[in-house]
C-alpha cells in the first residue's frame, strides 16, 4: 500500500514541485541580475531560460498527465518548421525591400541571405532524412542544433533589447552623448537626425548638463562629423552654452572613451546617456560597461525596412565578439549526437 503512495509523491515531485522550485529560483535570479546591472549580455540568456522554465510549468498538466518538459518539446517541433517559415518569408521580403531602398552589401543582404538559409534547411530535413546517407543525417543535424542554439541566442537578445530600453527610460543622466552615424557630404542625414532629435528631447527630459555630439572625419566627408551635429542641434533648439562637439572619435568605442574624457575634463555630472539608433543601444551599453563608463543608453526611431537588417547586423556583432564561447557552445551542443548517430550506424 505504501508503494503507490511513495510513487504518486515522486510523480508531483517531478511534474510539479522541481519545475516550480526551478522556475522560481530562475527568476528570483534573473530579477536580482538585471537589477544590479542591466548592462549584461547573459541577462538575455537568464531571462529567456526563466521564461521557457515558467512555460514549462504553465502548460504542465498536472501530476496525471505528461512531464510538461516533454510537452514543450512537443509543441516546440510541431510548431517550430510552421514559424520558421513565417520567419524567413518575412526575412526575405525584407531583403528584397532592402536591397530596393539602400545600396547593395553584405551588411544590407544579410536579412535576404538569412531567410534563403532557413528556406534551404527546412526544404532539405525531408529528403535528407528519410533517403539521405548517414553522414549527410548527421550534416544536416548539425545544422538544425545549430540554428536552434542561435535562434535561441537570437530571440533573448532580441527580447532582451527591448526590455532594456524599458529598463532605463527613467535612469539619471547628467551628461547625453549622441553617437553619430555617418554624414552625406557635410548634411546630417535622417537615420542621425533621428538621433540628435532624440538626444535633444532626452537632454531636456532628464535635466542633464551636457550635451555632447560625437563623430569625427570621414574621408568621403567635408567637415568632422560631431561638428556637423552640433550645427544641426543648434539650428534645432540647442543651448550652445551646453553642446559640445567631439572631433576625434572613428567608432564605437571611441565616441565613448573620448567623450567620456571630454566630460571628465569638464567636471563630470554625474551618470551618463548614450543616444544611438533603436537597433544598437544595447550593444553600445554592453561597450560602455565593459570599458568602465556609468552610462545607459536610448534608441532613436529606425525606419521599419531598415531595423531588421541592422538587428541582423547587430546580432552578428555581438557573435563575433564572443566567438570562442559561442564556438564552444555550437561544439558542445550540435556536435555529440550528430557524431553518435554516425557511430551507432
Not at 553522414?135 to 527580447?159: D, E, I, M, P, S
Not at 565578439?321 to 559561442?326: G, K, L, Q
Amino acid at each position: 500500500m505504501s508503494f503507490p503512495a511513495l510513487s504518486v509523491a515522486a510523480l508531483v515531485l517531478l511534474l510539479v514541485v522541481a519545475p516550480l522550485v526551478l522556475t522560481v529560483v530562475g527568476i528570483v535570479l534573473v530579477l536580482r541580475r538585471v537589477r544590479r546591472e542591466p548592462r549584461r549580455l547573459s541577462n538575455a540568456y537568464w531571462l529567456l531560460g526563466a521564461a521557457l522554465l515558467l512555460g514549462n510549468v504553465v502548460a504542465a498538466p498536472g501530476v496525471a498527465g505528461a512531464n510538461p518538459v516533454f510537452g514543450l518539446i512537443a509543441l516546440v517541433t510541431v510548431t517550430s518548421p510552421l514559424l520558421a517559415l513565417v520567419f524567413a518569408v518575412f526575412l526575405i521580403l525584407n531583403g528584397i525591400v532592402m536591397l530596393r531602398r539602400e545600396r547593395a552589401s553584405l551588411g544590407n543582404s544579410l536579412s535576404l541571405l538569412a531567410g534563403l538559409l532557413v528556406v534551404v534547411l527546412l526544404v532539405a530535413a525531408v529528403p535528407v532524412l528519410v533517403a539521405g546517407p548517414i553522414w549527410l543525417k548527421a550534416l544536416w543535424l548539425v545544422c538544425a542544433l545549430g540554428a536552434y542554439v542561435l535562434a535561441f541566442q537570437f530571440v533573448a537578445f532580441l527580447g532582451y533589447a527591448k526590455l532594456y530600453a524599458r529598463l532605463v527610460r527613467d535612469r539619471p543622466a547628467g551628461w547625453v552623448v549622441v553617437l553619430g552615424s555617418g554624414l552625406h557630404g557635410s548634411t546630417v542625414p535622417p537615420l542621425l537626425a533621428s538621433r540628435i532629435r532624440t538626444g535633444l528631447a532626452e537632454f531636456r527630459r532628464r535635466d542633464a548638463r551636457m550635451l555632447v555630439l560625437s563623430g569625427g572625419k570621414g574621408s568621403d566627408e567635408h567637415l568632422a562629423e560631431g561638428e556637423a551635429m552640433r550645427r544641426w542641434a543648434l539650428e534645432h533648439g540647442a543651448d550652445p552654452a551646453t553642446a559640445r562637439a567631439e572631433t576625434a572619435s572613428r567608432n564605437t568605442e571611441e565616441n565613448l572613451r573620448f567623450t567620456d574624457a571630454l566630460v571628465r575634463a569638464e567636471g563630470g555630472p554625474g551618470p551618463g546617456l548614450m543616444v544611438t539608433s533603436n537597433y544598437h543601444a544595447f550593444r553600445a551599453a554592453m561597450l560602455a560597461r565593459r570599458l568602465g563608463i556609468d552610462a545607459q543608453a536610448v534608441g532613436a526611431p529606425t525606419a521599419g525596412y531598415y531595423w531588421p537588417s541592422a538587428v541582423l547586423r547587430e546580432f552578428v556583432a555581438i557573435l563575433r565578439e564572443h566567438r570562442v564561447a559561442n564556438a564552444v557552445l555550437l561544439a558542445v551542443v550540435a556536435v555529440p549526437l550528430p557524431a553518435a548517430l554516425v557511430a551507432f550506424a
